[in-house]
């Protein structure tokens, strides 16, 4: 084992000495991120708040307890998941009215996105107590940051749903979002999710496969969403580990849609003058009349 540099050390032990300067209030809820892979992306201050805390609630004592074993800390842990989220919010309530300090983590990157964490942020803020966030790991984010795709606008989608309608629903709702779209994805479904965007969205969108983040398999692969199907499925290792994939924001075209107003036209063509029709069009269709009028001209041209 190769021993740390004498200035990463030297850094560290600043770094920790400028961390005793900071405060960490009682009766505090501290949501804490932990790494998404490598335990070396923790934080000074993740590591700091867990050693300082009375207490950790977490989604899974045990994996909350091998991390913990490996950071060479040994707070109490209780759990605090899915499905207990309201009585763990009640519990941890009644701790931080006594002046003690909770951390709150989930199995891995940051708590309450796509884990468990939401109602017991939302039940401490409403007792009127302090929330802090601890920064760190998040997958999506950390995969957005190396996609080279667009960053002003993203929408977190996160796990699609399982079942087959659910997920083509929500997938027509997102057909035409200017934002990257953000999703999660377990091993087991990766090739049916891929298939099931390339049905729902324009194949000619770029993809980001962000694969194993921060582990010693990382891989990150971009692609057109026609081909990811294919390129999962060329070789076993691609379907493995955890994944986020990133689809380019949708390209829409800020010219309205004729199609509707060019029905409505040649039904009131029948009757009315171009002017006239186009006057009722605008009312029916709420589009610009003078778009309409040039619709109607060239329409009645093509007919005579
Ligand atoms: N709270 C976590 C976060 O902040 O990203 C997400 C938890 S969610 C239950 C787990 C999913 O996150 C995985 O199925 C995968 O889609 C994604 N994920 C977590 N770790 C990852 C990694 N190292 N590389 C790629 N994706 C990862």
Not at 32 to 40: D, E, Q, R, S
Not at 44 to 54: I, P, Q
Not at 166 to 193: C, D, G, K, V, W
């Given at each position: ?69 490996r950071l060479g800390l040994s707070t ?223 329409m009645q041209t093509n007919d005579e």
């Open positions: 084992m190769s021993t740390p540099s004498s200035s990463l050390l030297t850094s560290l032990v600043q770094l920790t000495s400028d961390l005793e300067q900071q405060r960490f209030p009682e009766s505090a809820l501290y949501v804490v991120a932990t790494p998404i892979g490598n335990i070396a992306d923790v934080s000074l201050r993740a590591l700091k708040v867990l050693s300082l805390v009375d207490a950790i609630a977490c989604e899974d004592t045990r994996n909350t307890g091998l991390l913990m074993s109490p842990l209780f759990s605090a998941h899915q499905h207990n989220e309201r009585e763990s919010a009640e519990k941890i309530i009644v701790r931080l009215r006594k002046g003690e300090r909770i951390a709150l983590v989930s199995d891995a990157g940051t708590p309450a996105i796509s884990d468990p964490g939401t109602r017991i942020v939302d039940a401490v803020i409403d007792a009127g107590l302090s929330v802090i966030p601890i920064a760190g790991a998040c997958a999506g984010i950390a995969a957005l940051s190396a996609s080279g795709l667009m960053t002003d606008e993203f929408y977190f989608v996160g796990f699609l749903p399982s079942k087959t309608s659910q997920r083509a629903q929500l997938l027509s709702r997102l057909t035409s979002t200017r934002a990257t779209l953000i999703f999660y994805e377990a091993p087991h479904r990766i090739l049916e999710s891929a298939q099931a965007l390339a049905n729902a969205l324009d194949g000619t969108r770029r993809v980001v496969v962000a694969r194993e983040i921060s582990k010693l398999f990382e891989q990150i692969h971009r692609c057109q969403l026609s081909e990811l199907h294919d390129w999962l499925a060329q070789a076993p290792e691609h379907q493995k580990g955890e994944f986020v994939l990133l689809v380019e924001a949708a390209v829409v075209s800020d010219e309205p849609d004729l199609s509707e107003a060019a029905r409505v036209l040649t039904i009131l063509l029948e009757g009315n003058s171009v002017s006239q029709a186009a006057a009722l069009a605008a009312r029916i269709t709420g589009l610009k009349k003078n778009a309409l009028y040039d619709l109607a001209l060239k």
